[in-house]
């Protein structure tokens, strides 16, 4: 597949950048030292949604908005595309409508219908709650929003840029796999500035499709994807992602949720920043490989930081431990 070229990239930015601002890149002295390297985080947790997907949503909305007819967005998520799409929906005076799995996160939820979108519950999983999605599109009047798409992709490359602008000589970026978009939109803006940054997808053990898919060379569905990083739950891998990461990323890591809910640990008392699990298997990756990265220039994308009170209490204990 090709990607999108520098100018598409900045053009995109510029788009998003009317709505919000620069995220920081911050490096953080007792990070650094905990992983033995110097540690550059991109708080994409400051956000007006609290996760970056909000760019890729801004990006895809204003083109829909363009459409003769689109009046309302369908879309399915574990939350932050659901928050993205409602945010940039409401902006563009679509109406949206948020499908979601039972049991969701009621805090990610509960975002989604503060930005107006009418929220539907089905299924056990995002998969199942995606397939229902699908379903109900048809309506000329509603688009269905897919949760891996170029302009998207071309949205979230808007951290990337900002990231590798302020800090090109990286030499390894640790950043979360969903569906894609988020690593993808990293290897287009590493690629279109020309630099040799290696990136390291992360995901969690028991959503491991992506990292089955990479090894494999093909999709690799899983028949489930159950971790508390709700933002890495997976089980069907998007080709069209696959085909990018195959060809741009360095390796996947697979990380467990003791890890990730170490890493939200170490995030809190070593920069007083929350990160839900998808935004803290980064760091949770870095330090299963403290060694290949010992005195290196490291980049971790710090995803989100919409976490559940539940999963913050267990990582409270963690830190009073």
């Not at 499709?209 to 093909?218: C, K, M, P, Q, R």
């Amino acid at each position: 597949m090709k990607l999108p070229e520098l100018g598409e990239l900045q053009a995109a930015g510029e788009l998003v950048h009317r709505t919000l601002t620069p995220t920081a890149q911050i490096c953080w002295p007792l990070l650094s030292r905990r992983v033995g390297a110097e540690v550059w985080v991109k708080h994409e947790n400051h956000t007006p949604i609290g996760a970056f997907k909000v760019r890729g949503g801004l990006v895809y909305m204003d083109a829909l908005k363009r459409q003769v007819g689109a009046k309302r967005v369908l879309a399915a998520t574990r939350g932050n595309h659901g928050q993205s799409i409602a945010f940039a929906a409401a902006r563009a005076g679509l109406t949206a409508t948020i499908v979601v799995p039972h049991g969701n996160s009621p805090g990610k939820n509960t975002a989604m219908q503060a930005f107006g979108a009418e929220l539907i519950e089905h299924g056990h999983d995002f998969q199942e709650a995606l397939e229902h999605a699908m379903t109900l599109a048809g309506d000329d009047e509603v688009a269905l929003v897919p949760s891996f798409d170029m302009s998207l992709v071309k949205g979230v490359a808007s951290y990337a840029l900002e990231l590798l602008y302020m800090v090109p000589d990286l030499h390894t970026v640790y950043v979360p796999i969903g569906l894609g978009s988020g690593i993808c939109g990293l290897i287009s803006a590493r690629d279109a500035l020309g630099l040799k940054t290696e990136i390291v997808g992360v995901v969690s053990e028991n959503a491991a499709a992506y990292a089955l898919s990479f090894e494999a060379g093909e999709p690799i569905s899983t028949n489930s994807a159950d971790t508390l990083a709700d933002g890495m739950a997976c089980r069907v891998p998007v080709a069209e992602a696959l085909e990018i990461i195959l060809a741009g990323a360095e390796r996947i890591v697979q990380v467990s949720d003791e890890e990730i809910l170490g890493a939200m640990a170490h995030y809190l008392t070593d920069t007083h920043n929350l990160a839900e699990g998808a935004g803290a298997a980064p760091l949770a990756a870095v330090l299963q490989e403290k060694e290949r990265m010992a005195g290196k220039k490291v980049g971790l994308i710090l995803s989100g930081g919409n976490a559940d009170p539940d999963i913050v209490a267990r990582v409270l204990q963690r830190v009073a431990a």
